[in-house]
């Protein structure tokens, strides 16, 4: 029999072949065999550490398993699914080409010549379009209630519309009604805007460069198709969907409609899926930027959606959490053209809930690319774990910076961003988005609110507007109907009679009071982070030194001062932390 020390026959010792002092007796037969040593500490730790660190392993393994499945990750997608809703049957008006009569008003309409046909695509939804403008055909509804039936119910996370308002000022209130499969309902509004301006801020996505008067000449104001979107409640499937009722003197105009749906397991499934799923909702570069570690780092905002429906927040009455998207997770951009220098993060996101995430970003070579190339900028979506482990990456997405709208484009045409020190000032935690401070009068009051807006100007000496009016538009509105229906109107007769006009206002704007300092002071123990100062509003008055471009200001008539300057640079040398900010306006 082998022995583990060597080829050799084993000898069975005895207590009579031992001496008296307790050794074994050599044998001249056999060799000698040596009891085994015991092993040295040094071993005995050595193993005991190895049994320990087993241990350790398969314990971390084990939590590792359960944790995994008491909380998988999701499945991640690159699919962003959508309805259009054909309302074609509804139509009942012209928009373009012969017999339009979009507008009842001046009886004008659209340029079919610069309208997209057949379909549309705007934030990865698609809408349907008619394909010829020139047919003579209804193209878009005047809705009054009418109420669209689905083919097949169904869970919707947004609803999206492309329209345009038919008169030329203001907006309007247009509510779609959702009807769901459990009974409920609910409503959902868009403020309308109208398909042309002469102010040009609410650009819709669609636009033409004209649009044609009853007489056919063109009138050269921009002129636009909106889009709309609403996040929409996902308890129950939808079945229907009601219009809004039309509104005089301000149409609502429905050019398309299309639905995005949320992520369902197979109708005939009762239970709720078994893990998350993840999605890019959508990707948008923006012009925001800060200094990281000596790097100019400009902001791509990603959209994160958990499209789920949100009636799977709650199973048997209870939200158990498991179909939540549960982070932390790392976002991060990786392409030719951009090198992320701080990822974004989201820790949670329920089921039908989105997250915007923020991730900065190098644009390598940015204005020398744009001078060579107008390609595409592709980039993939990286997602990692607390440990720095990829666990997703989506797709291919073109961010498109030498397009138009692009970032290259933008930055040369200086339409930038709101700041990223104005979202940091805490003006978006407010509600009603901003409380802003109008100055009816020549001493503001104090208010707890964290930016300024103020309006201080030649209206200020009647500081009246009628309930829902604003008074900085005195000067236009007691011109626009001379009758007793014009509160302005009406107001001033009452009270500075027949004869005195509104230049005359110039003469008595005269405040001696005025204390810069004091106003900054104000803003600055209030709390506020920011102020903008309306320079000129649309009666021409101007608070600042006009050169020669007219004078028709507060440094040339009137208190012969330049407010502006004056509060400028008490704010830059007294409170240099408080941002500072002009608003000007368009003469009338």
Excluded at 205 to 223: A, E
Excluded at 275 to 293: A, E, F, G
Excluded at 342 to 367: C, N, S, T, Y
Excluded at 420 to 430: C, F, P, V
Aim: glycine share 6%; charged share 20%.
């Amino acid at each position: 029999m082998a022995s583990g020390y060597g080829a050799i026959p084993t000898a069975v010792i005895t207590s009579q072949q031992e001496s008296a002092a307790g050794q074994p007796e050599a044998s001249s037969k056999w060799p000698l065999l040596r009891r085994p040593r015991t092993p040295k500490k040094s071993t005995q730790i050595g193993l005991a550490l190895l049994i320990l660190v087993s241990a350790g392993v398969l314990l971390f393994l084990q939590n590792e398993i359960f944790e995994r499945i008491k909380r998988p990750l999701p499945i991640h997608s690159d699919e962003y699914h959508y309805i259009p809703i054909d309302i074609s049957h509804l139509f009942n008006n012209i928009a373009a080409g012969p017999g339009a009569d979009f507008d009842p008003h001046y009886h004008s309409h659209f340029a079919a010549e610069h309208l997209p046909t057949t379909s549309f695509t705007y934030d990865g939804v698609k809408f349907i379009l008619p394909a010829n403008w020139s047919d003579g055909q209804p193209d878009n509804v005047i809705p009054h209630g009418e109420t669209i039936h689905l083919k097949d119910s169904t869970y919707i996370r947004e609803l999206h519309v492309l329209y345009a308002g038919d008169w030329i000022d203001g907006e309007s209130g247009n509510k779609f009604t959702l009807n769901y499969e459990d009974g409920s309902s609910e409503q959902v509004e868009v403020s309308a805007k109208n398909w042309w301006t002469l102010h040009w801020l609410n650009q819709g996505v669609i636009r033409t460069p004209y649009h044609y008067r009853h007489d056919g000449t063109k009138n050269h104001n921009l002129t636009m198709i909106y889009h709309w979107s609403a996040g929409t409640r996902s308890q129950s499937p939808v079945v229907s969907i009601s219009l809004p009722q039309a509104h005089w003197p301000n149409h609502f105009h429905l050019f398309s409609l299309s639905l995005v749906p949320s992520h369902t397991t197979p109708r005939d499934n009762k239970r709720p899926p078994k893990i998350p799923l993840i999605s890019i909702r959508r990707q948008t570069v923006t012009t925001k930027w800060r200094t990281i570690d000596g790097v100019k780092a400009y902001a791509i905002e990603l959209s994160v959606v958990n499209p789920l429906p949100s009636r799977y927040t709650r199973h048997d009455g209870h939200d158990d959490g498991r179909l939540w998207i549960k982070g932390p997770f790392y976002f991060e951009l990786e392409g030719d053209d951009v090198r992320t220098v701080q990822p974004g993060m989201v820790a949670r996101i329920m089921p039908g809930d989105e997250a915007k995430v923020k991730v900065w970003v190098e644009v390598i070579d940015l204005k020398e690319k744009t001078k060579r190339t107008r390609g595409r900028n592709l980039a993939t979506v990286i997602v990692r774990d607390t440990k720095g482990m990829e666990v997703y990456r989506f797709g291919r997405y073109d961010l498109g910076f030498e397009k138009e709208g692009g970032l290259a484009r933008r930055l040369e045409e200086n339409t930038l961003d709101t700041p990223e020190w104005w979202l940091r000032s805490g003006t978006m935690q407010n509600s009603g988005f901003c409380k802003s401070f109008c100055l009816a009068t020549c001493a503001p009051t104090v208010s707890p609110t964290t930016a300024y807006s103020i309006h201080w100007g030649l209206y200020s000496i009647p500081a009246y507007a009628p309930k829902g009016w604003y008074a900085a538009w005195y000067w236009w509105w007691m011109h626009k109907w001379t009758n007793n229906d014009n509160g302005f109107w009406r107001y001033h007769r009452e009270h500075y009679g027949t004869d005195l006009v509104y230049d005359d206002f110039i003469d008595m704007f005269n405040p001696v009071k005025f204390n810069a300092s004091e106003w900054i002071d104000l803003f600055a123990e209030s709390g506020a982070k920011y102020f903008v100062l309306v320079t000129k509003h649309h009666d021409g008055w101007a608070l600042f030194d006009t050169k020669n471009t007219t004078h028709r200001s507060t440094y040339h008539l009137g208190p012969k001062r330049d407010y502006i300057r004056e509060l400028f640079d008490a704010a830059k040398n007294e409170r240099p932390e408080l941002k500072r900010g002009t608003y000007i306006t368009m003469p009338e």
